[in-house]
């Protein structure tokens, strides 16, 4: 079964900073990652997937399948990043359902 | 405008009672789901759907139930709420050969 982890409960950062979100995950397959972000009081939604290789907010993702990671990057976070954020993998299939990890509170002081 | 629509926004319920918790999409997604979801914690599957007739359970036992009889509505029931079944339950939707879920507000119950 397909498992995601995120090591990091909390992250807290100054404005400014560089943040680094990790996700590993297990899976045998060839897996489709994203991240998805909840903001104080917002609905979930989807910040980037893998296959999009694209840039949102200025976060990015880089799948790693040697390392079977997908950590969620910025080179510079800003105040309004703070949010939860949740890293979920889905099976390559029509048929497959989203698997999430346990979600890191990133939190950027000023 | 294309949503995905959860009512209640929140509920309070006694014990034993009787409970449906509505979800309904206006994006004519075949996929939906219900995950359950803690304060500050993972989401867990409880029920999905590829479509119209079809349900499965997730990966999280659950005492819930659900049906879908159109495809726009995916509604929640438990027949007899318990405190243990205090949580905040979010609907989701996706295309079927999609993986990108788009989510509901979600709805927060307490059973007391």
């Known amino acids: 079964a397909q498992r995601v982890t995120q090591p990091e409960k909390l992250l807290s950062v100054f404005k400014g900073a560089p943040v680094e979100l990790k996700c590993n995950y297990s899976?045998?397959?060839?897996?489709?990652l994203f991240w998805y972000v909840q903001y104080s009081r917002q609905r979930l939604q989807l910040l980037l997937r893998?296959?999009s290789r694209e840039s949102i907010k200025g976060f990015t993702a880089d799948l790693n399948k040697g390392e079977t990671s997908f950590h969620l990057k910025k080179p510079f976070a800003q105040e309004e990043d703070s949010a939860m954020y949740y890293c979920?993998?889905?099976?390559?299939?029509?048929?497959?359902?989203?698997?999430f990890g346990k979600g890191t509170m990133l939190l950027v002081s000023p | 405008e294309a949503d995905i629509y959860q009512t209640p926004r929140y509920l309070v319920i006694g014990t034993g009672k009787k409970i449906t918790l509505e979800c309904s999409q206006t994006m004519g997604h075949d996929k939906m789901y219900w995950y359950q979801q803690d304060p500050g914690m993972e989401l867990h599957l409880i029920h999905y759907s590829y479509g119209v007739n079809s349900t499965e359970k997730g990966d999280l036992s659950s005492e819930s139930t659900v049906s879908r009889i159109r495809t726009e509505h995916f509604p929640l029931t438990l027949e007899s709420a318990r405190p243990s079944h205090t949580s905040q339950y979010l609907c989701?939707?996706?295309?079927?050969?999609?993986?990108?879920?788009?989510f509901g507000q979600g709805t927060r119950l307490t059973v007391v």
């Open positions: 899976y045998s397959g060839s897996p489709e």
């Open positions: 893998h296959i």
């Open positions: 989701a939707s996706s295309e079927g050969g999609l993986q990108q879920a788009f």
């Open positions: 979920a993998l889905s099976m390559n299939s029509g048929y497959s359902t989203l698997t």
